[in-house]
């Protein structure tokens, strides 16, 4: 697919990420890109790389190959009726909003067209999100097209449509829960000795070379955790320690939390 203009409504913390990932990775020429948001002020980086920055929805939806709703669930209603008008059938729309479903979607764009919800995490900027997917009547060629983009900036996979909200949880709010234990990390790195910005280095590193580790050799976090845990060493008497504060019972309980939350909207 010959993608000519990608429209992203709602230029945002994750709208604006995505732009930040398609530009870096050279997916798309400036002038392909349009970027809406109402303080258009705050897009003024995009624009400067000649990035189109409105705050006009239908210009930017219009003649778009490729629509990413980067907008509140709440918002989409009326940010649907709103475009609704100058969809095409060849239009693929992107719903990047947690919690409604592509049929939802697909009754307020007032066309049949090819949706799809996806739902990266923030590291989707730098090339290393982790993004899932689902669609509805799209064809294979258009899920193929669509993998292709995402994972151009990190790494994604199509998944049944049923396990957004799950997938939800674990990827995109889950960037945010691996960011808080590194800044615990951090401080306690603090009160054994180090300063603020050497922990933190250190603490990031570690983080990063521990998925590594697992993405690359493929194992299980318990093979990699036996290899430096000793009898009676300092390691597991840590992770002990942790464990009798509840720390994967609090994690899981977490994730849980937020799962709720999207499932019974409260």
Same mark, same amino acid.
């Given at each position: ?14 709208? +604006? ?9 050279? $997916? ?6 349009? #970027?809406?948001?109402?303080? +258009?002020? $705050? ?34 209603? *009326? ?10 059938? *060849?239009? /693929? ?33 730098? %090339? ?29 996979? /199509?998944?049944?449509?049923? $396990? ?24 306690? %790195?603090?009160? #054994? ?35 430096? +845990? +000793? ?36």
């Amino acid at each position: 697919m010959k993608v000519k203009k990608i429209a992203i409504i709602g230029g945002g913390n994750l709208g +604006t990420a995505i732009a930040r990932g398609l530009l870096s990775q050279e $997916l798309f020429k400036p002038s392909e890109i349009y #970027i809406t948001r109402r303080r +258009t002020k $705050l897009l003024s980086e995009f624009a400067q790389q000649g990035v189109l920055v409105s705050n006009d929805n239908i210009e930017a939806a219009k003649d778009a190959n490729i629509i990413m709703l980067g907008v509140k669930p709440y918002q989409l209603d *009326d940010i649907l009726n709103e475009i609704a008008p100058v969809l095409s059938a *060849d239009t /693929i729309m992107v719903s990047l909003a947690t919690g409604v479903s592509s049929e939802q979607i697909q009754k307020a764009c007032q066309h049949s067209l090819s949706i799809f919800r996806a739902m990266p995490n923030t590291a989707v900027e730098i %090339g290393e999100s982790m993004t899932c997917i689902s669609s509805l009547n799209a064809s294979q060629e258009q899920e193929e097209d669509i993998l292709k983009l995402f994972t151009s900036m990190g790494q994604a996979i /199509i998944i049944p449509e049923e $396990l957004m909200a799950a997938s939800t949880v674990l990827a995109a709010c889950g960037i945010a829960y691996a960011m808080r234990f590194i800044r615990a990390a951090t401080q306690g %790195g603090i009160e #054994i000795g180090f300063g603020s910005k050497l922990a933190l280095q250190i603490a990031a590193q570690t983080v990063k070379g521990a998925a590594d580790l697992l993405i690359q050799k493929e194992t299980h976090p318990e093979d990699e955790i036996d290899k430096v +845990t +000793t009898p009676r060493g300092v390691t597991i008497s840590g992770l002990n320690e942790m464990e009798h504060q509840g720390f994967s019972s609090s994690l899981i309980k977490g994730l849980l939390t937020s799962f709720n939350k999207i499932e019974n909207g409260k």
